[in-house]
């Protein structure tokens, strides 16, 4: 019971400049385990690849070595089972277990930030297998120095080994990536279907094959060969959802520009006035125009707990009742955003 998904092999993963450097150090970390990097820390935005990544190894890992116990979870399974393990009073056996895998794949390390007892509990572990000489691949959404809430001391334990960024896919990777979907789904995309699918969704990867599953859907039903005007027409609400919906990143480069102050400022730890303020603007125009949560708005927010953009939120709602500035500005950066 190793929880690896057979078909995230390295065969199946598309290699580009945006994840070059992930795939070179994943691969050197299943021929040599425990020997080359330890840990190999992956990060980067949603939907790029780490998951896979990561299972690649671990199949490649079993594949060579069919007895080795690998280990892969989610941190929020990892957290879970030592609740659990508390509770039960079995906290050794919880030990015992994580300490005798061969490689453990621990994905989204960020849920580890502001769960004292886990990382206390992870850091021992982490020792132990580093010790042992056993590999570790760590994955998280963002460079581990920026996880608020996450010990010092497991910040620097991460970058032990060599800590690696998997970035947004490029157009030309994006193509190959729909291709070799296709391939593999036994279909004929014409290269110009692609270019159209792969020009329109830039986002990441996983809304990359969520077209394709549209596209493929739509061709089975009207038994349609596929086209660009197939292409087209299935993909017509989704693109024009996406070109309704006001990105996170339009709304800051916006709320920035009107208030001549840098994007980065929104998202930094400066909190005086001239910064702070156009930050709840920018967020409570953020849960105003866009249907992400709370929690997806303060992270968009260099990191920010969900609580800082609910105040942000009721601070702007007030403001715009009892001050005409902020009254003003809010309407009119509502009117840039929306028209
Ligand atoms: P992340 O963990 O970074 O959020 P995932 O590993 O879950 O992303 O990837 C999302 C989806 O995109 C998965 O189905 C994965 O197989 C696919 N995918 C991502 N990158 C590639 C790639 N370079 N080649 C092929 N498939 C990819
Ligand atoms: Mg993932």
Same mark, same amino acid.
Do not use: W
């Given at each position: 019971q190793h *929880?690896?998904?057979?078909?995230?092999?390295?065969? @199946?993963?598309?290699?580009?400049?945006?994840?070059?450097?992930?795939?070179?150090?994943? @691969?050197?970390?299943?021929? @040599?385990?425990?020997?080359?990097?330890?840990?190999? #820390? $992956?990060y980067g935005g949603v939907g790029l690849g780490k998951?896979?990544?990561?299972?690649?190894?671990?199949?490649a890992l079993k594949l060579n070595k069919p007895?080795?116990? !690998?280990?892969? $979870?989610?941190?929020?399974r990892f957290v879970a089972d030592m609740v659990k393990a508390l509770q039960l009073n079995a906290i050794a056996d919880f030990k015992r277990y994580y300490r005798s895998v061969d490689a453990l794949l621990i994905d989204d390390i960020q849920f580890f930030a502001k769960k004292?007892?886990?990382?206390?509990? #992870? #850091?021992?572990?982490?020792?132990?297998?580093?010790?042992?000489?056993?590999?570790? !691949?760590?994955?998280?959404?963002?460079?581990?120095k920026e996880i608020d809430g996450l010990e010092e001391r497991l910040k620097s334990r991460f970058g032990w080994g060599l800590t690696v960024a998997v970035e947004p896919p490029d157009l030309e990777t994006r193509v190959a990536i729909l291709m070799n979907k296709a391939t593999q789904a036994r279909l004929d995309l014409p290269p110009d279907a692609a270019f159209f699918i792969a020009q329109r969704i830039r986002s990441n990867v996983r809304e990359l094959e969520g077209a394709l599953k549209r596209v493929i859907a739509s061709a *089975? #039903?009207?038994?349609?060969?596929?086209?660009?005007?197939?292409?087209?027409?299935? $993909?017509?609400?989704?693109?024009?959802?996406?070109?309704?919906?006001?990105?996170?990143? *339009? !709304?800051?480069?916006?709320?920035?520009?009107?208030?001549? !102050?840098?994007?980065?400022? $929104? *998202?930094?730890?400066?909190? @005086?006035?001239?910064?702070?303020r156009p930050r709840q603007v920018a967020m409570a125009l953020a849960k105003e125009l866009t249907n992400y949560s709370l929690p997806e708005i303060g992270d968009s927010f260099g990191g920010r707990d969900h609580t800082t953009v609910l105040h942000a939120c009721r601070k702007i709602r007030e403001l715009r009742e009892t001050s005409s500035d902020i009254h003003e500005d809010y309407k009119n950066l509502l009117r840039l955003l929306t028209t």
């Open positions: *929880n690896l998904v057979s078909n995230y092999t390295f065969s @199946n993963f598309v290699e580009g400049k945006s994840n070059q450097l992930a795939l070179a150090a994943a @691969n050197q970390v299943s021929e @040599n385990p425990g020997g080359a990097y330890n840990p190999l #820390f $992956l998951t896979h990544l990561m299972h690649a190894v671990g199949n007895n080795a116990r !690998i280990v892969y $979870l989610h941190s929020e004292d007892r886990s990382q206390e509990e #992870f #850091f021992h572990t982490f020792n132990a297998l580093l010790e042992g000489g056993q590999q570790m !691949i760590l994955t998280c959404d963002r460079y581990p *089975n #039903f009207t038994r349609r060969p596929i086209d660009v005007d197939l292409v087209k027409e299935s $993909l017509k609400d989704l693109l024009a959802l996406q070109d309704k919906q006001v990105s996170l990143d *339009n !709304i800051q480069r916006t709320v920035a520009e009107y208030y001549k !102050i840098k994007v980065a400022d $929104l *998202n930094s730890r400066r909190r @005086n006035r001239s910064v702070a």
